[in-house]
């Protein structure tokens, strides 16, 4: 079945930007997603890039999608103590609506 | 638009009982799909619904589970004699066929089984 990997823990300072990275086995999907989710809340959707696309920009979201690789990452750009939580990449698979992977906490540094 | 609405936020149980989770949907979403979550774990595919049809169903929804949508607007999810391992938030999430199905969540119901 299909396998979505991410790193577990990513540490930046604040200012700097964040990159998070995730490969995927299943590269039928026609879209790839982004969710954030923080301490005790569900999932909220960040951004999701469509498949025939390289690169998608918004506000201090940049997603880059490499097909070929099946590799997607997401960019934050100036990283807010806000943004500390945890990153998850989901890909449709078959049947599956989401395969998500395990997720990236990402801790910003003040 | 309210977003996705689930209760209860929270629930602990004794093992043994059965517990019934609701999500509502967001207005005219003909999707809804029910997600388990465990501490440090990504969430995993239980089933989904198109209107008051489940087309799909994972293997991690055992006997014990069942999920209904009967009017093809709000569902329930119940876990029946819940044993620990059930301990996990619950997540619902909906979308609309017709608006590139992106998959929106609710923010989950805590299921803690004592």
């Known amino acids: 079945g299909e396998d979505v990997e991410q790193s577990l823990f990513l540490s930046v300072r604040e200012g700097d930007s964040s990159v998070i990275n995730c490969t995927y086995t299943d590269s039928s999907s026609t879209y790839l997603y982004w969710y954030k989710q923080e301490p005790g809340a569900g999932l909220q959707l960040l951004t999701y890039?469509?498949?025939?696309?390289d690169m998608k920009q918004d506000q201090r979201l940049t997603v880059l999608l490499n097909k070929k690789d099946k590799h997607l990452s997401l960019r934050i750009a100036d990283t807010q103590t806000g943004d500390s939580a945890i990153y998850f990449c989901?890909?449709?698979?078959?049947?599956?609506?989401?395969?998500f992977g395990k997720g990236t906490r990402l801790s910003v540094i003040a | 638009d309210t977003g996705v609405s689930q209760d209860p936020r929270h629930k602990i149980t004794k093992r043994g009982q059965n517990v019934t989770f609701r999500c509502d949907p967001i207005s005219e979403h003909n999707r809804l799909y029910w997600y388990r979550q465990t501490l440090g774990q990504g969430p995993e595919f239980l089933t989904y619904f198109q209107n008051e049809a489940q087309l799909e169903k994972s293997r991690l929804l055992s006997d014990r589970f069942s999920a209904e949508r009967p009017k093809g607007s709000f569902s329930t999810l119940e876990i029946q004699r819940t044993e620990q391992g059930d301990s996990a938030m619950y997540l619902c999430?909906?979308?609309?066929?017709?608006?590139?199905?992106?998959?929106?969540f609710g923010e989950g119901s805590w299921l803690t089984v004592v």
């Open positions: 890039i469509f498949s025939n696309m």
């Open positions: 989901a890909d449709p698979s078959g049947n599956t609506p989401l395969v």
């Open positions: 999430a909906s979308s609309s066929e017709h608006s590139g199905n992106t998959i929106y």
